[in-house]
C-alpha cells in the first residue's frame, strides 16, 4: 500500500490550497481515511477524516474553512483548504485504516505566510 500527498505550497493569510492523496494497492471504498498535520516542533495532529460508511469529521480549527473529499473510483484522497491562516503551516500527512491495518503516507508542506 502506497499513500503519495501532493498539493503543498507557499500561499499568503487568506489564500487557498487544495491537496491530494493518491492511493495505490488500497481500495477507498469502506475505508477510514484522515488527513493529519505535523507544525515545527510540534506532534502530529488530526485535521479531518472520512470514516469507512462516508461520514465526514472536522477538527474544531478547521471546521468551516476545510474540506475533505474523497474519489473512491480513483483512490483520491483530497483536502480543499480555504481562508489559510499562519498557524496553519505544517507537513500534512494522509492516513489509511482498513481491517485495522494502519497506513501512511508522505507529507506535502503547506507554508502560509506573506
Known amino acids: 500500500v502506497q499513500l503519495q500527498a501532493s498539493g503543498g505550497g507557499l500561499v499568503q493569510p487568506g489564500g487557498s490550497l487544495k491537496l491530494s492523496c493518491a492511493a495505490s494497492?488500497?481500495?477507498?471504498?469502506?475505508?477510514?481515511v484522515t488527513w493529519y498535520r505535523q507544525a515545527p516542533g510540534k506532534e502530529r495532529v488530526y485535521v479531518a477524516q472520512?470514516?469507512?460508511?462516508?461520514?465526514?469529521f472536522y477538527a474544531d480549527s478547521v471546521k468551516g474553512r476545510f474540506t475533505i473529499s474523497r474519489d473512491n473510483p480513483h483512490n483520491i484522497l483530497y483536502l480543499e483548504m480555504r481562508s489559510l491562516r499562519p498557524e496553519d503551516t505544517a507537513v500534512y500527512y494522509c492516513?489509511?485504516?482498513?481491517?485495522?491495518?494502519?497506513?501512511w503516507g508522505k507529507g506535502t508542506q503547506v507554508t502560509v505566510s506573506s
Open positions: 472520512i470514516n469507512a460508511v462516508g461520514n465526514v
Open positions: 492516513n489509511a485504516v482498513k481491517f485495522g491495518s494502519v497506513y
Open positions: 494497492g488500497i481500495i477507498f471504498n469502506s475505508t477510514t
